[in-house]
Nanobody
Framework: QVQLVESGGGLVQAGGSLRLSCAASGRTFSSNAMGWFRQTPGKEREFVAA????????YYAASVKGRFTISRDNAKNTVYLQMNSLKPEDTAVYYC?????????????????WGQGTQVTVSS
C-alpha cells in the first residue's frame, strides 16, 4: 500500500511563492513517475506538473509553465512543487499522485495513488 502525504500549502499574496512537498511511503518510490494536480470546487481535477522516475523528464500545464518547478529527491522519497509568481487563479487543493510506471504522463487516470491534498489560497 502506498501512502502520499502533501504539505506546504497555505495562504499567500499574489506574486508570492510556496513550496509543496509530497512524501511517499510503502513502495519503491524511485522507480515511479509522480505528478501534481489541482482541483477547485465544481471543477475536474486538472494536471499541473509531472516528473519521470529519474527526474530527467518533466511536463507542465501551460498555465503554470515558467512559474512552477517540479523536482524530486529519491533518497528522501519526496517530490516537490515550487510555485512562484502565484496568481489568485492558482487557488485550489493540490494533490500529488504516483504512477505504477517510470515515465511521466499528464493524464489523471494513469496515476494509481493519490494523496489527501493540501489547500493553496492566493489572495489578490
Amino acid at each position: 500500500q502506498v501512502q502520499l502525504v502533501e504539505s506546504g500549502g497555505g495562504l499567500v499574496q499574489a506574486g508570492g511563492s510556496l513550496r509543496l512537498s509530497c512524501a511517499a511511503s510503502g513502495r519503491t518510490f524511485s522507480s515511479n513517475a509522480m505528478g501534481w494536480f489541482r482541483q477547485t470546487p465544481g471543477k475536474e481535477r486538472e494536471f499541473v506538473a509531472a516528473i519521470s522516475w529519474s527526474g530527467g523528464i518533466t511536463y507542465y500545464a501551460a498555465s503554470v509553465k515558467g512559474r512552477f518547478t517540479i523536482s524530486r529527491d529519491n533518497a528522501k522519497n519526496t517530490v516537490y512543487l515550487q510555485m512562484n509568481s502565484l496568481k489568485p487563479e492558482d487557488t485550489a487543493v493540490y494533490y500529488c499522485a504516483l504512477r505504477h510506471a517510470s515515465l511521466a504522463t499528464m493524464k489523471r487516470y494513469e496515476y494509481d495513488y493519490w494523496g489527501q491534498g493540501t489547500q493553496v489560497t492566493v489572495s489578490s
